[in-house]
């Protein structure tokens, strides 16, 4: 029997919204019922017209901690993460200082995050050239998966790898069943634009976006869709930014290879034509490219050959974006978004005619999936966590300082007008953001992938 019922008339499932009931007893999903059907005797809690979503899921988040809580740390991030609907997020393996490349780094990690936590949490590890005698020691450690990069990472304890680290690690990786994440811009074409643009104005958002140009991806993506073919291994491109890959990821998914794509909110709601120069805090890399690509990556994600949106969330403190200089070559590239997600996702989707359905497939069930967590995350059904975000679709607002809620207020986003507004967030049953507001302690736990016993691997 159902301890309560949370109700609203647009209660988010796979393939439909309806005026249901999401029955939860203790932190669990025991059943999702018509709303007249909840039975008299439960407690119900009415949400009205807000919508009811699953728990957000994260796969793309630089929680820095330990080593750089000076940029995050897991008590901000979560909290920031709360605040934007998400239930659960999967750390990126770099810029922490160990990086998460060993055993021993990612129980640094755990001890870190113990206490500090308001949402659950999963860690990937990193590939690097020297760490390919780790990998089976850190799945059994119970990360998601792995990450790695095919051009410099932008800080000099986390190392690129090439064609033939990757020809190595692909063996034993498949063995895991876990995805490889990569980080797909090959150096080549970067380093001959940058050359060719020694002399140019970095301060001009045009210069940066030459110097890391399309073919720098789609090689990458080629490099890796082969590498696909010929291990049998997952491999997951993050934070796609060029459309012009679109046509090959196509032919690759056709063809049943078991690859996965994602791209970012920055991706998806901003463009090139509108950065100021000086703007620093737009860089990212791969770069925002232009207002025509963004809506060929809209189609994308539309017809399927993006599975995902994930933030990319990166912060730095203030200084390293370089705000008086406006230097983009100096300036640290990184988005930080997670609280404001949701409604940056949402004030596209709606105005292209997508539905919420939509955003819980790309921003909970696609990313739960890639992490190995949809037995418990991603989805409002019988047997889940009962993680939810309540989100008001029509709520117009102004984005302020404020509304961050991560370790320091720096946004492209401050002063952004949006649509739709997380009420609040529940993990597994409990209340963890009101209206601006953390009650409860830190709940928030790991979740390693080893847990999983119904997992097939
Ligand atoms: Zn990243």
Not at 263 to 283: D, M, Q, R
């Amino acid at each position: 029997m159902a301890a309560q019922a949370f109700t609203s008339s647009r209660v988010v499932l796979p393939g439909k919204i309806g005026a249901l009931a999401v029955l939860v007893e203790g932190q669990r999903i025991v059943g999702v019922v018509p709303r007249n059907d909840v039975p008299d005797s439960i407690q119900v809690t009415d949400f009205g017209d807000s919508a009811i979503l699953p728990g957000l899921v994260d796969s793309h988040i630089h929680i820095n901690e330990p080593g750089r809580t000076e940029w995050e740390g897991f008590r901000t991030a979560t909290r920031a993460a709360a605040a934007g609907g998400y239930t659960m997020l999967v750390d990126m393996p770099l810029n922490c200082v160990p990086a998460t490349t060993s055993p021993e780094a990612l129980e640094a990690k755990r001890k870190a995050a113990l206490g500090q936590c308001r949402v659950d949490w999963a860690a990937w590890a990193g590939l690097v050239p020297e760490n390919l005698e780790h990998i089976a020691a850190l799945a059994s450690a119970g990360v998601c998966g792995f990450k790695c990069f095919l051009v410099h990472p932008g800080i000099d304890e986390f190392t690129m790898v090439n064609e033939e680290h990757l020809r190595a690690a692909l063996p034993n990786l498949k063995k895991t069943g876990l995805p490889l994440l990569v980080h797909a811009e090959l150096p080549g074409p970067i380093d001959s634009a940058t050359e060719k643009l020694m002399q140019a104005d970095w301060r001009m958002y045009a210069t940066y976006l030459k110097s890391r140009p399309d073919e720098a991806e789609l090689r990458a993506i080629d490099l890796l869709i082969r590498l696909c073919e010929e291990s049998g291994c997952r491999i997951h491109i993050v934070h796609l930014s060029t459309s012009k890959a679109l046509a090959s990821l196509r032919d690759a998914k056709h063809r049943g290879l078991p690859i996965t794509v994602e791209t970012c909110p920055h991706y998806l709601h901003l463009c090139s034509e509108e950065i100021s120069n000086g703007a620093t805090l737009h860089k990212c890399a791969p770069p925002i490219r232009s207002r025509e690509n963004r809506e060929a990556l809209w189609q994308g994600l539309r017809e399927g050959i993006i599975d995902l949106v994930a933030t990319d969330h990166s912060p730095c403190p203030p200084a390293m974006k370089q705000m008086e200089r406006g230097d983009f070559r100096a300036a640290w590239g990184g988005i930080p978004s997670v609280s404001l997600a949701l409604s940056l996702m949402w004030t596209e989707a709606s105005r292209r005619d997508c539905s919420l359905v939509d955003i819980a497939r790309w921003m909970a069930e696609g990313p739960a999936k890639l992490a190995g967590v949809e037995e418990r995350k991603g989805r409002l059904a019988t047997g889940l966590d009962a993680d939810m975000v309540v989100f008001d679709p029509e709520a117009e607002w102004t984005v302020t300082p404020a509304d961050l809620h991560y370790r320091h207020a720096l946004s492209p986003y401050l002063g952004k007008r949006l649509t739709g507004k997380v009420v609040m967030t529940f993990l597994r049953g409990e209340c963890v953001y009101r209206q601006g507001s953390f009650p409860g302690e830190f709940r928030g736990r790991e979740y390693p992938h080893n847990t999983f016993s119904t997992h097939k691997n």
